[in-house]
């Protein structure tokens, strides 16, 4: 295409290397994660003369109502930016930690940590439980207060005339047992371990 124009030949590399467009490349990098007692700490490439780039006192940005810190033997990595021309004051603005992150469906969510997750599921569940666990239905109100009624009306059957004992809970066994839909229900949503 006549006057289009090209990126070939010496001017053209070198700005596409120069000074400029390098410090313009390395203000949004990605960085291993380190742990420090207060802000967190960056690690970079290690530079001509053997020491690590290393920047303390990162903050992080990691979302509103949302915060989460890795152990220190996780290989954590994290996404900086250097904002401002002197680009001194880096900010973390992504995070991950492949140690602990789970696999996940199309269409599911997880929060995490090395022990536990809470996930949403594909199908709208919403499971808590410990690492390797299996999430199961969690008792509601409702059920809890048919445990009640049960227990009323079981206690109140075999106190008529008849000593506490067995038979009693018998009684309670089979109220139980007879209860519709079956006892417990749980949620239907939420599930945990």
Known sequence: ???APTRSGPAAFAAATGPDARAE???IRRFSLGITAGLWQVLGHTLLDGERETHNDVEAFTGIGFYGRPRATDRAEVVVVF???GASEPLIVGARNMDTQPALEEDETAMFNSSAIAHVTAAGKVE???KGGTAGAVATVVDLERIITALTTAAAAQSVGNPPGAAALEAFKTALEGLVPPW???????RAE
């Open 83 to 85: 904002p401002g021309d």
């Open 184 to 190: 417990p229900a749980g949620t239907s949503v939420f």
């Open 1 to 3: 295409m006549r006057g």
């Open 25 to 27: 490349l390395g203000r």
């Open 128 to 130: 808590a439980k410990s």
